[in-house]
Protein backbone atom coordinates (compact mmCIF):
# COMPACT_ATOMS: atom_id res chain seq x y z
CA UNK A 1 0.00 0.00 0.00
CA UNK A 2 1.18 3.65 -0.67
CA UNK A 3 0.78 6.83 0.65
CA UNK A 4 -0.07 9.53 -1.50
CA UNK A 5 0.51 12.91 -0.40
CA UNK A 6 -0.54 16.26 -2.37
CA UNK A 7 0.62 20.13 -1.33
CA UNK A 8 1.47 23.16 -3.18
CA UNK A 9 4.11 25.41 -2.44
CA UNK A 10 5.33 29.28 -3.27
CA UNK A 11 9.12 30.03 -4.18
CA UNK A 12 9.49 34.04 -4.26
CA UNK A 13 11.60 34.94 -7.15
CA UNK A 14 14.44 37.09 -6.65
CA UNK A 15 13.49 39.43 -9.36
CA UNK A 16 10.37 39.61 -11.89
CA UNK A 17 10.13 38.00 -14.52
CA UNK A 18 8.65 39.77 -17.52
CA UNK A 19 7.79 38.02 -20.50
CA UNK A 20 4.88 39.06 -23.47
CA UNK A 21 2.45 36.47 -21.18
CA UNK A 22 2.67 39.26 -18.00
CA UNK A 23 5.23 39.56 -15.25
CA UNK A 24 5.37 37.03 -12.07
CA UNK A 25 7.33 37.68 -9.11
CA UNK A 26 6.95 34.17 -7.61
CA UNK A 27 6.65 30.35 -8.71
CA UNK A 28 3.68 28.70 -7.23
CA UNK A 29 4.28 25.18 -7.55
CA UNK A 30 2.68 21.46 -7.08
CA UNK A 31 4.40 18.75 -5.09
CA UNK A 32 3.24 14.68 -5.28
CA UNK A 33 4.53 12.59 -3.07
CA UNK A 34 4.28 8.87 -3.19
CA UNK A 35 5.75 6.41 -0.25
CA UNK A 36 5.74 2.59 -0.70
CA UNK A 37 7.58 0.36 2.01
CA UNK A 38 9.91 3.04 3.12
CA UNK A 39 10.56 4.81 -0.01
CA UNK A 40 9.27 8.58 -1.26
CA UNK A 41 9.32 9.11 -4.84
CA UNK A 42 8.76 13.45 -5.20
CA UNK A 43 7.64 15.10 -8.34
CA UNK A 44 6.58 18.57 -9.14
CA UNK A 45 4.64 20.66 -11.64
CA UNK A 46 3.99 24.19 -12.47
CA UNK A 47 0.70 24.74 -13.44
CA UNK A 48 0.13 27.11 -16.15
CA UNK A 49 -3.01 29.40 -17.02
CA UNK A 50 -2.36 29.71 -20.72
CA UNK A 51 -2.81 25.83 -20.40
CA UNK A 52 -6.65 26.39 -18.14
CA UNK A 53 -4.26 25.07 -15.23
CA UNK A 54 -4.47 26.47 -12.03
CA UNK A 55 -2.94 24.99 -8.46
CA UNK A 56 -6.69 23.87 -7.25
CA UNK A 57 -7.24 22.69 -10.48
CA UNK A 58 -4.27 20.92 -10.36
CA UNK A 59 -4.70 19.28 -7.15
CA UNK A 60 -8.12 18.23 -7.87
CA UNK A 61 -6.90 16.81 -10.77
CA UNK A 62 -4.62 14.68 -8.82
CA UNK A 63 -6.61 13.98 -5.76
CA UNK A 64 -8.87 12.45 -8.40
CA UNK A 65 -6.94 9.40 -9.17
CA UNK A 66 -5.22 9.05 -5.02
CA UNK A 67 -7.18 5.53 -4.77
CA UNK A 68 -5.61 3.93 -8.01
CA UNK A 69 -1.84 6.03 -7.10
CA UNK A 70 -2.50 4.30 -3.73
CA UNK A 71 -3.55 0.61 -4.68
CA UNK A 72 0.07 0.68 -7.11
CA UNK A 73 -0.64 2.30 -10.80
CA UNK A 74 2.45 2.55 -11.90
CA UNK A 75 3.28 5.20 -14.79
CA UNK A 76 2.08 3.20 -17.79
CA UNK A 77 -1.68 3.18 -16.28
CA UNK A 78 -1.14 6.62 -15.64
CA UNK A 79 -1.11 7.57 -19.08
CA UNK A 80 -4.77 6.58 -19.49
CA UNK A 81 -5.38 7.88 -15.80
CA UNK A 82 -5.02 11.49 -16.95
CA UNK A 83 -4.32 13.77 -19.55
CA UNK A 84 -1.18 15.53 -20.34
CA UNK A 85 -0.93 18.52 -18.66
CA UNK A 86 1.18 19.59 -14.90
CA UNK A 87 -0.82 17.13 -12.89
CA UNK A 88 0.16 14.35 -14.70
CA UNK A 89 3.95 15.81 -14.92
CA UNK A 90 4.18 15.70 -10.74
CA UNK A 91 2.76 12.06 -10.79
CA UNK A 92 4.97 10.89 -13.48
CA UNK A 93 7.68 12.28 -11.88
CA UNK A 94 7.52 11.20 -8.56
CA UNK A 95 6.54 7.24 -10.09
CA UNK A 96 9.87 7.81 -12.04
CA UNK A 97 11.58 8.94 -8.32
CA UNK A 98 10.00 6.06 -6.70
CA UNK A 99 11.42 3.74 -9.23
CA UNK A 100 14.92 5.25 -9.34
CA UNK A 101 15.20 4.82 -5.59
CA UNK A 102 14.32 0.86 -5.86
CA UNK A 103 16.75 0.72 -8.10
CA UNK A 104 19.40 2.39 -6.06
CA UNK A 105 19.85 4.96 -8.58
CA UNK A 106 18.79 8.95 -8.76
CA UNK A 107 16.22 9.27 -11.41
CA UNK A 108 18.36 10.96 -14.32
CA UNK A 109 20.37 7.48 -13.46
CA UNK A 110 17.58 5.20 -14.27
CA UNK A 111 16.50 7.03 -17.18
CA UNK A 112 18.49 7.83 -18.73
CA UNK A 113 22.03 5.92 -20.79
CA UNK A 114 24.34 8.40 -20.69
CA UNK A 115 24.59 12.00 -19.01
CA UNK A 116 27.06 14.82 -18.94
CA UNK A 117 28.51 15.99 -15.96
CA UNK A 118 27.80 19.63 -17.11
CA UNK A 119 25.27 20.85 -19.35
CA UNK A 120 24.78 24.27 -20.87
CA UNK A 121 21.60 26.12 -20.04
CA UNK A 122 20.17 29.16 -21.89
CA UNK A 123 19.57 32.54 -19.22
CA UNK A 124 16.36 34.61 -19.62
CA UNK A 125 16.95 38.27 -20.51
CA UNK A 126 13.33 39.35 -19.61
CA UNK A 127 11.30 41.97 -21.13
CA UNK A 128 12.67 45.49 -20.51
CA UNK A 129 13.73 48.80 -22.58
CA UNK A 130 16.55 48.38 -24.71
CA UNK A 131 18.80 49.71 -22.51
CA UNK A 132 17.42 46.98 -19.47
CA UNK A 133 17.94 44.34 -21.95
CA UNK A 134 21.37 45.10 -23.15
CA UNK A 135 22.75 45.71 -19.63
CA UNK A 136 21.33 41.95 -18.42
CA UNK A 137 22.50 40.47 -21.60
CA UNK A 138 26.11 41.91 -20.92
CA UNK A 139 25.70 41.14 -16.82
CA UNK A 140 25.03 37.58 -18.46
CA UNK A 141 27.86 36.83 -20.65
CA UNK A 142 30.21 38.89 -18.06
CA UNK A 143 29.12 35.65 -15.64
CA UNK A 144 30.02 33.10 -18.39
CA UNK A 145 26.75 32.51 -20.00
CA UNK A 146 27.04 31.77 -23.49
CA UNK A 147 23.54 30.88 -24.27
CA UNK A 148 20.99 33.71 -24.03
CA UNK A 149 17.59 33.72 -24.81
CA UNK A 150 15.83 36.42 -25.08
CA UNK A 151 12.07 37.26 -24.14
CA UNK A 152 10.17 39.68 -26.34
CA UNK A 153 6.92 40.88 -26.85
CA UNK A 154 5.19 42.58 -29.80
CA UNK A 155 7.26 46.27 -29.56
CA UNK A 156 10.68 47.67 -30.03
CA UNK A 157 11.97 44.17 -31.84
CA UNK A 158 14.58 45.78 -33.74
CA UNK A 159 15.30 48.39 -30.99
CA UNK A 160 15.59 45.42 -27.75
CA UNK A 161 17.32 43.37 -30.72
CA UNK A 162 20.18 46.00 -32.03
CA UNK A 163 21.35 47.12 -28.65
CA UNK A 164 21.40 43.51 -27.15
CA UNK A 165 23.35 42.33 -29.89
CA UNK A 166 25.80 45.34 -29.72
CA UNK A 167 26.32 44.51 -26.05
CA UNK A 168 26.84 40.53 -26.42
CA UNK A 169 28.55 40.32 -30.03
CA UNK A 170 29.51 36.75 -29.57
CA UNK A 171 26.30 35.20 -27.47
CA UNK A 172 24.52 32.39 -29.46
CA UNK A 173 20.84 34.29 -29.14
CA UNK A 174 17.45 32.34 -29.46
CA UNK A 175 14.25 34.40 -28.90
CA UNK A 176 10.79 33.70 -27.56
CA UNK A 177 8.09 35.65 -28.89
CA UNK A 178 5.53 33.82 -26.28
CA UNK A 179 2.67 34.06 -29.23
CA UNK A 180 2.70 37.92 -28.97
CA UNK A 181 3.46 38.44 -32.62
CA UNK A 182 0.93 38.57 -35.58
CA UNK A 183 1.61 36.86 -39.43
CA UNK A 184 1.81 40.50 -40.78
CA UNK A 185 5.23 41.87 -40.37
CA UNK A 186 6.68 38.19 -39.40
CA UNK A 187 9.04 37.88 -42.55
CA UNK A 188 10.60 41.35 -41.78
CA UNK A 189 11.57 40.52 -38.27
CA UNK A 190 12.81 36.90 -39.06
CA UNK A 191 14.69 38.40 -41.50
CA UNK A 192 16.01 41.08 -38.99
CA UNK A 193 17.05 38.31 -36.55
CA UNK A 194 18.90 36.21 -38.70
CA UNK A 195 20.66 39.43 -39.99
CA UNK A 196 21.69 39.95 -36.24
CA UNK A 197 22.76 35.95 -36.18
CA UNK A 198 19.64 34.66 -33.87
CA UNK A 199 19.77 30.85 -33.72
CA UNK A 200 16.18 30.61 -32.96
CA UNK A 201 12.95 32.11 -33.27
CA UNK A 202 10.32 30.40 -30.88
CA UNK A 203 6.56 30.93 -30.94
CA UNK A 204 6.12 33.40 -32.33
CA UNK A 205 2.45 33.48 -33.29
CA UNK A 206 -0.65 32.33 -30.91
CA UNK A 207 -0.85 28.45 -31.65
CA UNK A 208 -4.28 28.96 -32.85
CA UNK A 209 -2.26 30.80 -36.00
CA UNK A 210 -0.30 28.30 -36.84
CA UNK A 211 -1.43 27.98 -40.13
CA UNK A 212 0.23 31.21 -41.42
CA UNK A 213 3.35 29.30 -40.95
CA UNK A 214 2.71 26.80 -44.18
CA UNK A 215 4.74 27.78 -46.92
CA UNK A 216 6.32 30.62 -45.09
CA UNK A 217 10.30 30.66 -45.86
CA UNK A 218 12.29 31.96 -43.22
CA UNK A 219 15.83 32.37 -42.69
CA UNK A 220 16.47 31.24 -39.07
CA UNK A 221 14.68 27.98 -37.65
CA UNK A 222 11.08 28.43 -35.82
CA UNK A 223 10.52 26.23 -33.08
CA UNK A 224 7.30 25.36 -31.36
CA UNK A 225 6.39 26.06 -27.86
CA UNK A 226 2.88 26.79 -26.89
CA UNK A 227 1.81 24.60 -30.15
CA UNK A 228 3.65 21.87 -29.15
CA UNK A 229 2.34 19.78 -26.44
CA UNK A 230 2.73 15.87 -26.49
CA UNK A 231 3.58 13.51 -29.77
CA UNK A 232 -0.51 14.13 -31.04
CA UNK A 233 0.95 17.89 -31.55
CA UNK A 234 3.07 16.80 -34.22
CA UNK A 235 1.31 16.22 -37.41
CA UNK A 236 -0.05 19.73 -37.46
CA UNK A 237 3.57 21.18 -36.98
CA UNK A 238 5.01 19.82 -40.16
CA UNK A 239 5.65 22.20 -42.65
CA UNK A 240 5.34 24.73 -40.60
CA UNK A 241 7.91 24.15 -37.80
CA UNK A 242 11.74 23.01 -37.38
CA UNK A 243 12.23 22.69 -33.82
CA UNK A 244 10.51 21.91 -30.87
CA UNK A 245 10.13 22.71 -27.42
CA UNK A 246 9.65 19.93 -24.96
CA UNK A 247 8.80 20.66 -21.54
CA UNK A 248 7.47 17.91 -18.60
CA UNK A 249 4.70 20.38 -17.78
CA UNK A 250 3.04 19.91 -21.54
CA UNK A 251 3.85 16.57 -22.14
CA UNK A 252 2.26 15.63 -18.37
CA UNK A 253 5.55 14.08 -17.68
CA UNK A 254 9.23 12.11 -18.63
CA UNK A 255 7.57 9.14 -19.86
CA UNK A 256 5.36 11.13 -22.55
CA UNK A 257 8.55 13.64 -22.82
CA UNK A 258 10.98 10.58 -23.96
CA UNK A 259 8.32 9.02 -26.68
CA UNK A 260 7.63 12.43 -27.94
CA UNK A 261 11.45 13.46 -28.09
CA UNK A 262 12.38 9.82 -29.99
CA UNK A 263 9.03 10.47 -32.59
CA UNK A 264 9.90 13.99 -33.09
CA UNK A 265 13.90 13.14 -34.12
CA UNK A 266 12.55 10.72 -36.10
CA UNK A 267 10.47 13.06 -38.04
CA UNK A 268 12.99 15.32 -38.55
CA UNK A 269 13.06 18.23 -35.60
CA UNK A 270 15.70 19.57 -33.50
CA UNK A 271 14.79 19.33 -30.49
CA UNK A 272 15.14 21.78 -27.30
CA UNK A 273 14.55 21.12 -23.48
CA UNK A 274 12.48 23.66 -21.63
CA UNK A 275 11.39 24.45 -17.78
CA UNK A 276 8.34 26.43 -16.17
CA UNK A 277 9.32 28.69 -13.43
CA UNK A 278 9.97 26.03 -10.79
CA UNK A 279 12.52 24.26 -8.28
CA UNK A 280 15.45 21.93 -8.89
CA UNK A 281 13.20 19.01 -8.32
CA UNK A 282 11.18 19.68 -11.42
CA UNK A 283 14.82 20.23 -13.51
CA UNK A 284 16.17 17.26 -11.71
CA UNK A 285 13.43 15.12 -13.39
CA UNK A 286 14.03 16.71 -16.96
CA UNK A 287 17.91 15.82 -17.13
CA UNK A 288 17.52 12.65 -18.91
CA UNK A 289 16.40 14.50 -21.72
CA UNK A 290 19.06 16.80 -22.06
CA UNK A 291 21.85 14.84 -24.16
CA UNK A 292 19.42 14.73 -27.00
CA UNK A 293 18.79 18.30 -27.44
CA UNK A 294 20.39 21.05 -28.75
CA UNK A 295 19.07 23.76 -26.68
CA UNK A 296 18.80 23.06 -23.17
CA UNK A 297 16.49 26.48 -21.46
CA UNK A 298 16.40 24.91 -17.70
CA UNK A 299 16.94 28.34 -15.54
CA UNK A 300 14.63 28.53 -13.68
CA UNK A 301 15.51 27.65 -10.72
CA UNK A 302 18.07 30.13 -10.87
CA UNK A 303 15.07 32.96 -10.86
CA UNK A 304 14.28 31.91 -6.90
CA UNK A 305 15.52 33.19 -3.87
CA UNK A 306 16.20 30.01 -2.62
CA UNK A 307 15.95 26.62 -4.06
CA UNK A 308 13.91 23.35 -2.74
CA UNK A 309 16.52 20.98 -1.52
CA UNK A 310 18.67 19.35 -2.19
CA UNK A 311 18.90 21.81 -5.10
CA UNK A 312 21.13 21.47 -8.56
CA UNK A 313 24.40 23.72 -8.68
CA UNK A 314 23.80 26.27 -11.04
CA UNK A 315 26.84 28.64 -12.16
CA UNK A 316 25.50 31.23 -14.79
CA UNK A 317 24.77 29.85 -18.09
CA UNK A 318 25.94 26.07 -16.42
CA UNK A 319 23.93 23.53 -15.00
CA UNK A 320 26.35 20.93 -13.15
CA UNK A 321 24.86 17.36 -12.59
MG1 LIG B 1 8.58 29.49 -24.85
Not at 131 to 147: C, H, V
Not at 168 to 194: F, K, M, Y
Not at 202 to 213: I, R, Y
Request: aromatic residues 4%; proline residues 5%.
Amino acid sequence: MRNLKIYEEAWSLHTPFVIARGTRSEAKVVVVEIEENGLKGTGECTPYPRYGESIASVMAQIASIGAQLESGADRQALQQLLPAGAARNAVDCALWDLDAQKAGQSLPQLAAAQLATRVTTAQTVVIGTPDQMANSARALWDKGARLLKVKLDDHLISERMVAIRAAVPEATLIVDANEAWHSEGLAARCQLLADLNVAMLEQPLPASEDAALENFIHPLPICADESCHTRDSLPKLAGRYEMINIKLDKTGGLTEALALAAEAKAQGYTLMLGCMLCTSRAIRAALPLTPQVRFADLDGPTWLAADAEPALRFATGTLYL
